[in-house]
């Protein structure tokens, strides 16, 4: 075989002409794309900090929860022991409101609710996707406070989103607890201060509670 022969066995088609500008543009979008791509995944837009949707009933958790010192446990009440934090049956609102302010019109949904049965369209503001798992009891029971999530709640008329509750902010928290850690019967003061370091009071409850966050996939992703 000569080396003409041995050339042309290796040339491509003709029609392969056709796809070259095309992979050009392969070759130069997909850095682009990769960039925008992360640069969504980290904005407000995508992970929905500063969300703060409108209720159907205007509940101030500044009122109830630092004026009227409500703890978060009154109202979501399976914090401790099941993996949702549960939204409050009607009843619960009635509990109070059966007497104060039993006629304010802000207050109608919640009146109607009891008088029908229906729960109020409360309006979900941490909404994780539905391939994500989390815990609340797991997260409450070793100390990680509502705030670390939430934020200061008992500062908000209206609850907004804090933190971007995104893989790479989880894991964060995973990988270096210590800081984020307080006594398990404290996790939901909102104005709780460490007596001391953070790392080194954070450090010391890892050790007596044994903890150890996994960051293995099946973790979250169940």
Known sequence: MTDGEGTRRF???????????????????????????????????TTDVGYAPRQPVPYSHALHVRELGLDCRYCHNTVEVAAKA????????????????????????????????MPVPWVRVHDLPDYVYFNHSAHVQRGVG?????????????????????????????????????????ATSMTWTPPGDPREVGRQLRLAGRIAPSTDCWTCHR
């Open 11 to 45: 040339i491509f088609p003709e029609w392969t002409n056709a796809l070259r500008p095309w992979l050009a543009v392969a070759v130069l979008g997909l850095p682009v794309y990769l960039v925008v791509l992360v640069w969504l995944g980290g904005s407000p837009k």
């Open 86 to 117: 549960a939204i409050p049956p009607t009843q619960t609102c009635m509990n109070c409101h059966a007497r104060i302010r039993s006629e304010s019109p802000k207050l109608l949904p919640v009146r109607e609710s009891f008088a029908t049965g």
């Open 146 to 186: 509502c705030v670390e999530c939430h934020g200061r709640v008992d500062t908000m008329d209206v609850v907004s989103q804090v933190a971007p509750l995104s893989m790479g902010w989880c894991l964060d928290c995973h990988r270096d607890p210590d800081p984020r850690l307080r006594p398990p019967d404290q």
